[in-house]
């Protein structure tokens, strides 16, 4: 019987060092990965910022509609760099202060991806919006696109901008 329990308690001890390994080996990647991972999104809300002065310089694009979102998305952009740059992982800390970051980031990092997700769907509704002033598509694929989009998005934000968009172009004489 001792030797039973010497064994369970053997091969317990040898499961909780297993996870301790595994959790450490976690801990240690979070850490090495974050710094690339804001520095990409850092790089990525640059080049949108740029592509919204692109379209702000650009007065063939300017309608009340794609000024809107521009200034929509701008301003997201602005608000998702200031907060990547308030909780980016601390690069020059202590280890302590490191390990603390971590717990954090993963709520962190669900927020900036959410945020990420939100200008994207706004990105998408300004393509068409841009489009369909050009003439590239007709007024019908532009509301069965908006509707595709309602579909797919979870977001109640972005069904009010669609729906806002589909009176709109009720209100046009195209």
């Known amino acids: ?61 300017h309608t009340d509609s794609v000024m809107r979102l521009v200034g929509i998305i701008t301003n997201k952009i602005e608000v998702l760099t200031i907060f990547c740059k308030k909780h980016s992982p601390p690069s020059e800390a202590r280890f302590l202060t490191k390990l603390l970051w971590v717990p954090r980031a993963r709520g962190i990092e ?28 007709s007024v019908e694929e532009f509301r069965r696109a908006i509707m595709d989009i309602q579909e797919r998005s979870s977001s109640r934000r972005l069904a009010v901008v669609g729906h806002g968009l589909h009176s709109w172009l009720s209100h046009q004489s195209i």
């Not at 053997?10 to 520095?39: E, F, H, I, W």
């Not at 959410?114 to 200008?119: D, L, R």
């Open 1 to 61: 019987m001792e030797v039973l329990g010497a064994v369970a308690a053997a091969t317990q001890l040898c499961g909780m060092v297993v996870k301790a390994l595994d959790s450490t080996a976690k801990l240690r990647d979070t850490l090495r990965q974050a710094p690339a991972q804001y520095n990409r999104w850092d790089i990525e809300l640059t080049i949108l910022d740029e592509a919204m002065a692109s379209i702000r310089d650009n007065i063939s694009l």
């Open 110 to 137: 669900s927020r900036i991806l959410q945020s990420f997700e939100s200008i994207e769907h706004d990105k998408t509704t300004l393509i068409l919006l841009i489009n369909l002033s050009k003439g590239s598509i």
